[in-house]
């Protein structure tokens, strides 16, 4: 043993050797076997060494240049498949775009008649509300992607999603002659824990695929509760979906490659939230899709039909007409159009309203004389909305704020709540929520 250990010391010392024969890096093949005498005892080592030096550089070189050859192709797919995903976009962009361009055209005209500027007024608003669509698709899409996106864990409403579902859904069913329905499997949860706009978001895209695949007969949505979990189902007499498109239906890379970036989006919403997302269809006859998510912190139940109106009436009274109040607001918006279009919208209640265009402004109309109620937009010049709450609510200001914004991110919105923000309303502006934010905080009018 000792033989052998001095005999690979002097081989490292001479491969080590700068001015030696093999100076540098160097690979060998060693053989030894240790020569004994007649009793047994160890005399010497003999062995050969053969420098593989050549044959190791040239089999790494091809490892190399194998491993480049692949490297250059991923990125070659990854180019080709970043460049369908724009041209997907563009055409899915352009879309809606067109139509909202050509018909705002249209109300230009002087000769334009009444009643198709009512028509053409509805396809703008439809169109502009895809396209809006899309694009939260789009941006939801890249935080997953990057693995940015986070869901939240508050108290959810869950009579009050199906409702408005149901709501939204009725009227466009209705249009192509459809039934929509809502059925109820007693008992369950009325308010449990999890995120209500991501719950909202996945039935949204099953309810409107529903309807736009649909030519004839029914859509049903129905909920349950099964086994701790709250199982939501989507059912129609569409078209279907054939098997070989079913196996790949929330493959994520094929459904954005074609523009369908609700199905990829809602599977991965529905991961997210601890839950799953399920299909099954018949070609020409229709589909089923099943979304199962966590029932956690169950505070309240709804038991029969009978309670489930009486909750209705007691709580879900949407304001339908504009409703009458009195008081100042202050809305600090920097877009001269936001400003424009919130302005009349608040105009129309009968409120008093300033416009400031930044934080600083804000900040300045309020030392001087304090408004009822507060919009605040969180990105604005020189000092943006967080700033702005921060300041009034570090000098005791207590009128109500509300912030808003295009972000719908958890990290986002409790930024604002945590600088003092009471509530955020997003952008564009839904009118039903900003009433409703405006009755709970203002005084009606006699």
């Not at 989507?234 to 098997?243: E, H, P, Q, R």
């Not at 990829?264 to 991961?271: R, V």
Request: glycine share 6%; net charge negative.
């Amino acid at each position: 043993r000792s033989l052998i250990d001095s005999g690979k010391h002097q081989l490292d010392q001479y491969l080590q050797e700068p001015n030696g024969a093999l100076s540098g890096r160097r690979w060998v093949f060693h053989r030894a076997d240790v020569i004994l005498g007649g009793k047994g005892e160890a005399i010497h080592v003999e062995g050969s060494i053969i420098d593989i030096t050549d044959r190791k550089e040239r089999d790494f070189s091809i490892e190399k240049e194998g491993q480049e050859r692949i490297d250059k192709q991923r990125a070659l797919h990854a180019s080709l498949q970043k460049s369908e995903l724009l041209s997907v976009m563009s055409s899915c962009i352009r879309t809606p775009l067109t139509s909202i361009v050509g018909f705002s055209e249209e109300l230009k005209s002087d000769s334009i008649q009444n009643y198709d500027k009512k028509y053409c007024t509805d396809i703008i608003v439809e169109n502009s509300r895809i396209l809006l669509c899309l694009i939260n698709d789009i941006l939801d899409y890249s935080k997953i992607e990057a693995g940015k996106f986070d869901v939240e864990k508050i108290p959810v409403d869950i009579l009050r999603i199906v409702e408005d579902i149901h709501l939204d859904y009725k009227e466009k069913a209705e249009s192509k002659k459809l039934l929509f329905d809502v059925a109820y499997e007693y008992p369950f949860p009325k308010i449990t824990i999890g995120d209500s706009t991501r719950i909202k978001q996945v039935l949204t895209n099953l309810c409107g695929n529903a309807v736009k695949y649909t030519k004839r007969g029914a859509i049903s949505l129905s909920i349950g509760f099964i086994e701790g979990s709250l199982v939501f189902t989507v059912t129609d007499t569409g078209c279907g979906i054939s098997n070989e498109d079913l196996e790949t239906l929330f493959d994520k890379d094929s459904l954005v490659n074609k523009g369908k970036f609700g199905l990829a989006i809602s599977k991965n919403l529905a991961l997210l939230m601890g839950g799953e997302l399920n299909a099954t269809s018949t070609n020409g006859k229709g589909s089923i899709f099943e979304l199962i998510i966590p029932a956690d912190g169950v505070e309240e139940w709804v038991s029969d039909d009978r309670n489930r109106k009486e909750i209705m009436e007691r709580r879900y009274k949407k304001p339908s007409i504009i409703p009458c109040l009195q008081g100042e607001i202050l809305l600090a918006e920097d877009n001269i159009v936001n400003q424009k279009l919130i302005t009349k919208v608040l105009e129309k209640t009968g409120l008093t309203v300033t416009v400031v265009s930044d934080g600083v402004q804000a900040c300045d109309i309020c030392d001087n004389a304090l408004p009822d109620f507060i919009l605040m937009d969180i990105n604005m010049p020189l000092r943006d909305g967080l700033e702005a709450t921060s300041y009034l609510r570090d000098k005791g200001y207590q009128m109500p704020i509300y912030a808003l914004t295009a972000e719908t991110d958890e990290v986002e919105i409790s930024k604002a709540l945590d600088a003092g923000c009471d509530g955020f309303l997003q952008k564009p502006l839904d009118k039903p929520r900003l009433y409703e934010a405006l009755i709970q905080c203002l005084d009606k009018k006699d």
